[in-house]
């Protein structure tokens, strides 16, 4: 039996009842807006094909081990973020801050992205309307305009959200992560899908196809590279200690190396799925594939409209990314759910009330960037593109590059070792070998070199 930091036993801590169960929530935190709205939107802004590669190479060396490592850690450790750090950590050296700054990173984070699911939430009533059925970019543009101008509904579809995320925390791991994320995965693939086919049977798809696969290097630019790095870990959950908290309700014969890299290529599938669903799109109706973070709601609309029953289709469309975007936010909430109720023993509904309204007071600035606070920039940047761009291009990377050197170099070889093979019972001797090597030297080069580059520091 292991023993929480207060002291406590925790042989009673919640658990993933399968091995099914465990992928499933692993897999819906890590698909969600991200593969479906930011995806798409920063391979358009950053040049295609050529971002896409950097994306992959970061996802393999840096994306995939960071993701392995805290799930490691959290399983060994069975608690919270913080906890975690603090009891594996020697003595008196303060690892707990990777904890303590993905907690800030989880607010920062959820603060931007249930504006962007409050968008995906009124698109299913708009969609339900037929307003926005049309193929003529002047008129999507005008209704996602409309949205994002109007304080009040951006501020009520927002708490909308925040409500439902929370009643589901609300309802504890088991039941709630599990039991949503499972059923309906198999949907929104099926519909991507079938956006994809009408989107590359459209006259003109081809340069969007070559767009997203035919790269050109010239492209790329420094800070790019750290924009694909930054969505490499935003992409995976990984840099904040949501990976740390899901791996502390791993099952002990979990193969974790295996499920991280399932989730972490399926993950890419249903990225890849929405580019093929709105690159084509972009190019055969005349829309900028720089668009920024309104590519989604204007191009799915689009194509929707060229569709057969493509009202009833965008619906349900609609309905599966917010629902995607659930798994998400639900992994997020939960790193500071848990560790209310752990380090301040809060019980499971204060802790889950008290982190929606934290989130509903950071998440307005997020949410009124576009109406009452349009004027105010920080950094040049408004409240909304500041918590996006110092999340994924900062504390994310930060965090990922700490907890690579704190396994490899501090917790070391013989632990890992111990608990990737589940103790000897699994035989990857050669998988955690190349995996420690990457951890010890190729992650925390990659991303001192891309973040000192991409930040200006060394040119
Ligand atoms: N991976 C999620 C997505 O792509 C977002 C996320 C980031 C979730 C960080 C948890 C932690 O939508």
């Keep these: 039996m292991s023993v929480s930091s207060s002291g406590k036993p925790v042989s009673n801590r919640a658990k993933f009842a399968t091995n099914l169960g465990v992928l499933a929530a692993t897999l819906g935190s890590a698909v969600g807006l991200g593969n479906i709205w930011k995806f798409p939107y920063l391979t358009g802004s950053n040049g295609g094909a050529a971002f896409l590669l950097v994306y992959i190479v970061c996802m393999l060396l840096i994306g995939i081990p960071v993701m392995i490592s805290e799930l490691t850690l959290g399983r060994e450790a069975r608690s919270n973020a913080i906890a975690t750090m603090q009891k594996l950590a020697p003595a008196k050296q303060p690892w707990w801050l990777i904890g303590a700054a993905g907690v800030l990173a ?15 939430f009124a698109y299913i009533l708009k969609a339900v309307q037929g307003a926005i059925l049309s193929t003529d970019p002047t008129v999507t543009k005008a209704a996602f305009n409309d949205l994002v101008a109007n304080p009040g509904l951006s501020l009520l579809w927002q708490w909308i959200d925040l409500a439902i995320v929370g009643f589901i925390i609300y309802l504890g791991v088991n039941k709630g992560i599990e039991g949503v994320t499972k059923k309906l995965m198999p949907v929104l693939l099926f519909l991507l899908i079938l956006v994809g086919i ?24 420094a800070a790019g590279f750290l924009i ?43 990225s890849l799925l929405a580019g093929i669903a709105i690159f084509p799109a972009v190019f055969a109706f005349g829309y900028e594939p720089n668009a920024g973070p309104s590519l989604l709601f204007l191009t799915i609309p689009s194509v929707f ?60 600035l997020a949410a009124l960037s576009n109406s009452s606070l349009a004027g105010v920039h920080v950094f040049g940047m408004s409240f909304f593109d500041l918590f996006d761009y110092v999340t994924s291009n900062l504390l994310l990377p930060l965090g990922g590059l700490f907890i690579a050197i704190f396994i490899s170099w501090i917790w070391g070889y013989k632990k890992l070792t111990a608990a990737l093979s589940n103790n000897g019972r699994l035989a990857n001797q050669l998988v955690i070998k190349v995996l420690y090597g990457i951890l010890l030297v190729v992650t925390p080069v990659l991303v001192t070199i891309v973040l000192l580059n991409g930040l200006k520091i060394i040119q």
């Design 106 to 120: 989880a607010f920062l984070i959820m603060a931007f992205y249930s504006e962007v699911a409050a968008w995906v």
């Design 198 to 221: 009408r989107s590359i049977t459209l006259p003109g798809a081809g340069q969007g196809l070559s767009f997203l696969f035919q790269p050109d290097f010239s492209k790329l630019t």
């Design 228 to 270: 694909a790095m930054g969505l490499a870990f935003f992409k995976l959950s990984v840099g904040m200690g949501t990976m740390i908290t899901y791996g502390s309700y791993f099952r002990d014969d979990q193969d974790i190396p295996a499920t991280a890299t399932r989730v972490a290529f399926s993950d890419l599938a249903v």
């Design 305 to 364: 409209a060229s569709m057969p029953v493509g009202s009833v289709f965008m619906v349900i469309f609609f309905i599966l990314t917010f629902i995607a975007s659930i798994g998400a936010q639900i992994s997020l909430v939960e790193v500071p759910v848990a560790l209310l109720e752990e380090k301040f023993h809060l019980s499971r509904p204060k802790a889950t009330i008290f982190t929606m309204l934290g989130i509903a007071l950071v998440g307005s």
